[in-house]
């Protein structure tokens, strides 16, 4: 494997998605937002109508994604992560942002009721963070800031030094 694969993971709204498709671009590695892959490919086993959202199919989207995750160069984006194989990723960030600021992005975005609060829990009681460590080493999860455009900046500098360094290690 030439390149590494990345998981970017964290609450919706925290910004997986515009740091994913600008670290892509950077880097030259392929984005694969889960959330439209699953649409794209209908990977669903049905539909929650408490959060007015389809159900993922988690394992026809592991096996969907097996072959390009063996290739290598791929970043994914989702906000669950415990069911992709650990041998997946050689790292793992998990985007962190402040509830104020996490509580007007999905607003915006029309959440509101049971979604909207328990989206803001599991950001405060850190979920998906625990979740990440729970699935992969620990030494491979960090927790990422992103509730502006300089932690927006910062985030993609760093893991472009991080790919760069794992390219001439690797390589």
């Known amino acids: 494997m030439r390149r590494p694969n990345l998981l970017i993971t964290g609450t ?6 515009t740091l ?8 030259g590695l392929s984005y694969v937002n889960v959330g439209d892959l699953a649409k794209e490919g209908e990977l669903y086993e049905g539909f ?3 959060y ?8 026809r989207v592991v096996d ?13 984006d989702y906000h669950g992560c415990d069911f992709f194989p650990e041998r997946w ?3 793992v960030f998990v985007l962190r942002t402040d509830n104020s600021c ?15 609060q328990d989206n803001i829990q599991c950001e405060i009681f850190q979920t998906l963070y625990e979740e990440a460590v729970l699935s992969y080493k620990k030494e491979i999860v960090h927790q990422l800031p992103s509730n502006t455009p300089e932690d927006l900046e910062r985030n993609l500098d760093q893991i472009m030094q991080w790919i760069e360094q794992w390219m001439k290690d690797n390589n």
């Not at 969907?64 to 970043?75: D, P, S």
């Open 20 to 27: 994913g498709k600008e670290l892509a671009s950077r880097a």
């Open 89 to 91: 990723f050689h790292i």
């Open 64 to 76: 969907e994604l097996e072959a390009r995750m063996g290739e290598g160069g791929v970043i994914v």
């Open 12 to 17: 919706p709204g925290v910004g997986k998605t």
């Open 48 to 50: 929650d109508e408490e």
């Open 52 to 59: 007015d959202c389809p159900i993922l199919d988690e394992d």
């Open 102 to 116: 996490l509580y007007d992005r999905l607003h915006s975005r029309g959440y509101t009721g049971k979604k909207l």
